[in-house]
């Protein structure tokens, strides 16, 4: 850090009345002011997965600010959607977290039903339940990977980029839409599963264990991987949930908390066995740990859905045109990158009246400031990488 | 070269050298494409479930890399405003030059080398370290915040890693009694294991320490993951690099694959005999010698390849404090050991 006391006051230096030279000497004495350099990572930047724009403050290499800039990629979902009707609305949130439209869907569509006072029939809660776990997966074996790209290892994320697309496949089968499914209709959902899926699906879930060994064998077990995030970008438990970090993040962090299990009960997650996965260290590495063992669980509970899956319809009685009755309603759920909610005001009319979107990214991403600091360049990445964000999702 | 060296009396000293340095020259660009196909293209692309590049050139897109050099000769040469236009455009070559001069020692046969200087190992280590040089001529003049800490990161790293590289050497020179690479190579040659003459006395079985502690400094020097931070890709988005575009740019890249390819064969030839075949002498060894340094070079470029692609990178003051307090120490032991059992048993 930069000295600005004068010589004199130096510790264990005097300076003699008219002796140059030791004045001299003084002066070399004064640690050089170095001055802070500013460095802007982004909108365009290969870690911060979109437009989000960090300026951070360094000395030397290591961080004394960060500041993000969000709203490069500010869409107005909220706006928008009081111009919508409600069947509308759906191909727009699914752009929100782009990764994991279909369980962007899910939350919005149960807030208009639970308006409307419909309930979707069984095996349509268990075709969205299981579409929800295949985009979760599907969204977070691309985490890592990803996370070997921001720590320099190349490999792995095309592992992730393989192996996610054998989810995608079958988002499609099922959907038509290998991004944007826009499958969730009020009361149920648009078709039934196609014909062979659920084989299809068996095989794809083994594919997806093999891959986690592997991420298991080439990063978390690598000692270079584990010296370049353990310990990197700790977030404390109280501190966490004081900025709102959701999600994978905080229960990496030791907070036991899952939407699916703690929270009011939606889709079809009571009637599955599963467990919260938690961390104590809080740092990056326990981030990809607890997804890595996020992505195992998922495919569990896809395989349970697959051996109890209901029979009967798919689609509840709606009315041709929905009119939703007035009142207001707050949903939220346990999306892959943490807690999702939607707070949906009707006055009665085809479209919503108000519509607040509470995403995860942007509460997680809001404890950078507070996470990069002290840091090094290169863990800022790592922190950028472990919380894993997506820009849609931050800006809306 | 040995045929020129006869040409030489014929067509003098000032032709010779031109040949010699036309045929240096291409060497390099040779290597970075042989490098670059094999392993950045191939194997690379299939340790990553990918096919690489399969059309360009009809059998496994072999032409894909030349094809690439052609487009960037293609490209518009930018120069940023700030840059400081001198030293941006001269960056590259002092680059490119710190590899055409370790080539110059590299022997690929009995007479088949441009010089055999009697400290050939010495030379060839100093002048690889000339590329810093060009690194920080480059992160400099960009006027590039990313491009100056990625130089810097980039001098500190060549410069931990110089003493690692020379002491991993050190137990070869001893054991070899001489600095000379053709001497080397031929103390492996005629050398044997416990009377055993039949393939010799490659240095990387005495040497082994020596030669793990060789890949892992010339991996650094190479800035090759897991010691890549100077280009580190997704922190400082190529790092020295990042201002470069064109024919300069395809310069950093052939620098950056000719240095691989020269850092192999120097490997190859300090620890696993070179060009020489035990028991072949001559004009077989000759003729064999090139093909032979090849195989060679590309088992060892293999192993570093391999490692590049698997591994994360390490930070900066990791990397540090693996060179001074792991790798120094181990060469260190190594030259006493070495040194010890060289006199104990001759």
Request: with cysteine.
């Amino acid at each position: 850090m930069t000295t600005t006391q004068p010589p004199s006051q130096l510790p264990g230096f005097e300076v003699e009345a008219g002796s140059l030279g030791s004045l001299a000497d003084a002066r070399l004495a004064v640690e050089l002011d170095t001055g802070d350099m500013i460095l802007n990572m982004g909108p365009q930047h290969p870690a911060t997965h979109g437009t989000l724009r960090l300026v951070v403050r360094l000395d030397g290499e290591r961080v004394i600010a960060a500041d993000p800039v969000i709203g490069y990629m500010h869409r107005g979902y909220e706006k928008l959607t009081e111009f919508r009707t409600y069947p509308q609305i759906t191909t727009l949130i699914n752009r929100i977290d782009w990764l994991s439209s279909f369980a962007n869907e899910v939350p919005f569509i149960h807030a208009a039903e639970q308006l409307m006072g419909i309930e979707a029939p069984p095996r349509a809660q268990h075709i969205r339940t299981l579409l929800t776990e295949l985009s979760r997966i599907a969204t977070i074996y691309l985490f890592l990977g990803e996370m070997g790209l921001q720590v320099g290892a190349l490999t792995p994320a095309f592992w992730g980029f393989r192996d996610r697309e054998h989810v995608l496949n079958l988002i499609e089968g099922a959907t038509g839409g290998r991004f944007h499914p826009n499958f969730n209709r009020i009361g149920g959902v648009k078709d039934d599963l196609p014909w062979g899926w659920i084989v299809e699906c068996r095989a794809a879930m083994k594919r997806i264990l093999d891959g986690c060994d592997d991420f298991e064998d080439v990063l978390v077990g690598n000692e270079i991987f584990q010296a370049r995030t353990r310990g990197v970008g700790i977030i404390p438990a109280e501190l966490g949930a004081a900025y709102g970090v959701s999600g994978a993040n905080l229960r990496a962090s030791g907070v036991d908390w899952d939407l699916r299990r703690d929270g009011k009960p939606y889709l079809s997650y009571n009637e599955l066995d599963f467990k919260v996965w938690t961390h104590q260290d809080g740092d990056s590495f326990a981030r990809y740990w607890v997804r890595l063992q996020e992505t195992r669980e998922s495919v569990r509970m896809v395989l349970q859905l697959l051996d109890g899956l209901a029979s009967g319809p798919v689609m509840a009685k709606v009315p041709r045109i929905i009119k939703v009755p007035a009142g207001e309603v707050w949903v939220e759920t346990e999306n892959p990158l943490g807690q999702m909610g939607y707070y949906v005001v009707s006055k009665g009319a085809i479209g919503p009246f108000r519509v607040k979107i509470r995403s995860a990214s942007f509460s997680n991403v809001s404890i950078l400031p507070w996470l990069l600091r002290g840091l090094y360049v290169p863990d800022v990445v790592t922190v950028l990488g472990s919380l894993y964000f997506i820009l849609g999702d931050i800006d809306r | 070269m040995s045929v020129l060296a006869t040409l030489a009396l014929d067509i003098g000293w000032g032709s010779t050298l031109a040949i010699k340095t036309i045929l240096v020259l291409a060497i390099i660009p040779f290597g970075a494409l042989v490098l670059g196909y094999t392993f950045l293209l191939k194997m690379m692309s299939h340790m990553q479930s990918r096919l690489g590049p399969m059309d360009p050139g009809g059998f496994h897109g072999w032409f894909q890399l030349v094809g690439d050099g052609l487009k960037f000769m293609q490209k518009e040469d930018i120069m940023p405003a700030e840059a400081d236009r001198r030293v941006f455009a001269m960056a590259p070559a002092v680059i490119v030059m710190s590899t055409f001069l370790i080539f110059l020692v590299i022997p690929a046969g009995p007479r088949t080398v441009v010089e055999d200087l009697d400290v050939g190992v010495f030379y060839a280590l100093a002048v690889s370290s000339l590329s810093v040089i060009g690194v920080l001529m480059a992160g400099w003049a960009s006027s590039n915040k990313f491009a100056l800490l990625g130089a810097l990161r980039a001098a500190g790293q060549l410069i931990a890693y110089e003493l690692p590289l020379l002491l991993a050497v050190v137990g070869v020179v001893i054991q070899a009694g001489t600095m000379s690479l053709q001497g080397i190579v031929t103390a492996q040659q005629d050398g044997s294991i416990f009377g055993i003459t039949a393939i010799g006395n490659p240095f990387i079985f005495t040497q082994f320490i020596g030669f793990a502690l060789f890949l892992v400094a010339a991996q650094a020097e190479l800035t090759q993951p897991p010691f890549d931070m100077p280009v580190a890709e997704s922190e400082l988005i190529s790092g020295y690099m990042v201002e470069y575009s064109g024919f300069r740019f395809l310069f950093f890249f052939i620098g950056e694959f000719g240095t691989a390819f020269a850092f192999a064969a120097l490997a190859a030839t300090l620890f696993l005999g070179g060009w020489a075949i035990p028991g072949v002498h001559g004009a077989t060894a000759e003729l064999l010698g090139p093909f032979v340094l090849f195989v060679k070079l590309m088992a060892v470029a293999f192993l570093m390849f391999w490692v590049r692609f698997t591994y994360p990178r390490l930070r900066e003051d990791q990397l540090q404090s693996l060179a001074w307090k792991v790798l120094i120490p181990i060469g260190l032991i190594n030259i006493v050991a070495t040194g010890i059992l060289k006199v104990a048993v001759g």
